[in-house]
């Protein structure tokens, strides 16, 4: 796996991509996430929400860096809507940002020659959102 200070130099080298200061979890949205909770003091709802996220985002990940594997740039750019809209819902930026801009590249050109710096990055930043999304319960 490649470095995050150096997958992001090289994504930004390769696809002029800036995350713009992104948080990796946005903390409005957890608030608001746990402010949700049906029961006071549980973290029960956002339990759920993180363990479906962190169980189901890794097969996303995978599934696009096949996808681009097999030239289906349509099932890239699909699967990266797919991914945005899971990291928005718990407000993993960074990881949504990132899912934004393949999805938007993913339906004008071919990502291929790229596809083991995507699946390294998205990998980096997977992990990152894990984390801290598991430090907030």
Not at 27 to 34: A, G, Q, Y
Not at 104 to 133: H, M, P, R
Request: glycine share 6%; net charge negative.
């Amino acid at each position: 796996m490649i470095s995050k200070q150096i997958a992001v130099k090289e994504l930004g080298k390769h696809f002029n991509f800036k995350f713009s200061g992104e948080p990796i979890i946005d903390p409005k949205r957890m608030i608001m996430l746990k402010d949700m909770e049906t029961s006071p003091n549980t973290n029960e709802f956002l339990k759920e929400l993180v363990t479906i996220f962190c169980r189901d985002t890794p097969e996303i990940i995978r599934a696009i860096g096949t996808a681009i594997e097999n030239a289906d740039n349509h099932l890239a750019c699909q699967l990266s809507h797919r991914l945005k809209g899971y990291s928005y819902n718990l407000g993993a930026m960074k990881l949504a940002a990132l899912a934004n801009y393949l999805e938007i590249n993913f339906v004008g050109e071919l990502l291929k020659d790229d596809i083991q710096l995507i699946k390294s990055i998205l990998g980096e930043i997977y992990t990152e959102a894990e984390n801290e999304l598991i430090s907030w319960l």
